[in-house]
């Protein structure tokens, strides 16, 4: 199996979908990366249901940068995910895009630290549904659309 194919399936086990709290299906991160790509302008990044089983299957490879991206904004991981040459995290969350300074220096910040706080203990959905509020919060800001892509 090929490691972005690896990588793809491993997502997809192992991410629940935090509406459902099911496994993803091909439709429904099809239909998250139509909403991406609409949302961040790049048409490029919505990605069909087949394709999709494609890139799973293996019968299709070399995806592009925009597929990279849309995938990885469904899952919540970094591009290079799919793309480093070391093994696939565990999980997920061992993907983290945050650097260990971006962490100590985000601690500082007391507001930062509150929010986190506050955040704890929330369910999936819920903190999924900040993270959203949040991302609009810096594009109306001008800030970067997605901090934590690592893109």
Excluded: C, Y
Aim: hydrophobic share 35%; aromatic share 6%.
């Amino acid at each position: 199996m090929g490691d972005f194919q690896h990588r793809l399936n491993h997502l997809f086990e192992t991410v629940p979908n935090p509406k459902t709290g099911k496994r993803f299906t091909n439709t429904e991160v099809a239909d998250l990366t139509a909403a991406w790509a609409a949302e961040s302008g790049d048409q490029g990044g919505s990605i069909s249901a087949s394709l999709i089983q494609k890139l799973r299957s293996g019968t299709k490879g070399n995806p592009t940068t925009s597929t990279l991206k849309a995938l990885a904004a469904v899952f919540k991981v970094r591009a290079s995910f799919f793309i480093d040459d070391d093994e696939p995290p565990a999980s997920p969350e061992d993907d983290s895009p945050a650097s260990q300074q971006d962490l100590e220096r985000l601690i500082k910040d007391q507001d930062v630290r509150n929010l986190a706080l506050r955040a704890d203990g929330l369910s999936k959905e819920t903190l999924s549904t900040l993270a959203g509020f949040i991302e609009r919060a810096r594009s109306l800001e001008g800030l970067e659309n997605d901090k934590m892509s690592g893109s």
